[in-house]
């Protein structure tokens, strides 16, 4: 088994290539950031609103294309506030639609492990008609959350790595 570092904020302290899309592209109001912590975490925080019909916020991480496999794993450290996420991947950053899990936060510090294979196809909050992920390539990371409620979020990240070489 290979681990990949595709983003660690101890050891690259950069949210260059990171970008906060909010539910405003649609008319909504809600109002999410990205930032570095002081002691190294990413961080996504902010207000989700349902007014003007929104509900959502997100973060995207445009990076270099990762050569990976259905079988390959994303391992994510991260801290979260109680609230349920969704863990979302392309594997072409032109793609429509995007891979996507959910997962729930405990307001400690977890170690969560997806398989790609699991992340099941969807646009605009609707499962697409294609397989789960059965493709070569990521192009984008992104977590999002959007409960169907107005709330204050926060979401610390320390890394994302890929994992390999399952038999």
């Known amino acids: 088994m290979t681990a990949q570092t595709i983003v660690n904020f101890k050891e690259n302290p950069t949210t260059n290539n990171w970008k906060v899309v909010d539910d405003v592209v649609m008319g909504g109001r809600s109002s999410g950031s990205f930032s570095l912590t002081s002691e190294g975490y990413g961080q996504f925080s902010g207000e989700v609103s349902l ?7 997100s973060v995207r991480c445009a990076m270099e294309t990762l ?6 794993k994303i391992r994510i450290r991260l801290k ?10 392309k594997h072409d950053r032109k793609a429509y639609y995007s891979y996507i899990t959910e997962f729930d936060t405990t307001g400690d510090w977890q170690t969560l492990e997806f398989t790609l294979a ?3 196809p969807t646009f605009r909050g609707r499962k ?3 397989p789960n992920f059965d493709q070569k390539t990521i192009e984008e990371l992104r977590f999002l959350i959007g409960n169907k409620k107005p709330q204050e979020f926060e979401l610390l990240v320390e890394y ?3 994992i390999y070489g399952f038999d």
């Open 118 to 120: 699991d992340l099941r």
């Open 128 to 130: 697409v008609d294609l």
């Open 51 to 57: 007014e003007n019909n929104g509900g959502f916020s």
């Open 80 to 89: 979260g506030d109680g609230k349920s996420y969704q863990f979302r991947v």
């Open 160 to 162: 994302i790595e890929a």
């Open 67 to 72: 050569s990976v496999s259905p079988e390959s």
